[in-house]
């Protein structure tokens, strides 16, 4: 488990907003329009908007990117939404020692929206501290299942994703720290990170070296037209063989 102190958090959650847009959780400012819970999409439910806010996003993500495929739209979209859960999870343990309860019946995200993915908060009130647990168990188990049943994509390309957006949220929140002299707050990012990605649900999806995380799948990307592979891809050129060899 990787715990943390519990602290005061304030109701803006203003310490994530010098870390950019990607960590920015919305907290007040109430939507324009009713936005699904992630409860609801987990579950496949509905909201006065969307009928399926999964469904939705995965079209939407695949005709920004002109996916050839449903299921490379869907790996875009998990890694995506998980990037962003990450962030804010991350962000806060980091900058406040602590977590907002993320509960996904109070999380709120609008499928509807450009990258980054938007996530609001409709209630900031303290947690207990347990991070794998709220970002792991709570959301993203969910999330990779309902993806791996619905497109049929490998559960072990899903949990590189995971492990992928992880990396890639702490080398951005570290390297924020760094440049500022933040030192205590990087090593804690680094930490953090590290201990995650041996979480029983991560372990073995890849190898990082100081902020390098190297995967070991691939999360089909290379299929989008002039896609290519990502930084820390398990190929080093989109392979010639056939798409489904990527999957696993």
Known sequence: MVLLLLVDLDPGLTALRPLGGFFVLRTSDAPARPLPTLAETYGGGTSDVYVDSMTFRVRKVGAALRAPETRVAA????QGLAARLWSVALGCAVRYGTLPDLDPEILRWDPDAGAPDDL??????????????TVLEGHLRPLTD???????IAEGLLWGNVASALAGSARLLEQWARTRGRSEEAERTR???ARLLGHPLLAGTGTLTGTAFRRRSCCLYYRVPGGGV????CFARPPRSSPRAASG
């Open 146 to 152: 309902l993806v791996r049943t619905r497109y049929g």
């Open 191 to 193: 930490a953090l990170t």
């Open 230 to 233: 990502c930084g820390d891809c």
């Open 75 to 78: 790996s875009v979209a998990q």
């Open 120 to 133: 609001w908060l409709t209630e900031v009130r303290p947690a207990p501290g347990d991070l794998a647990e």
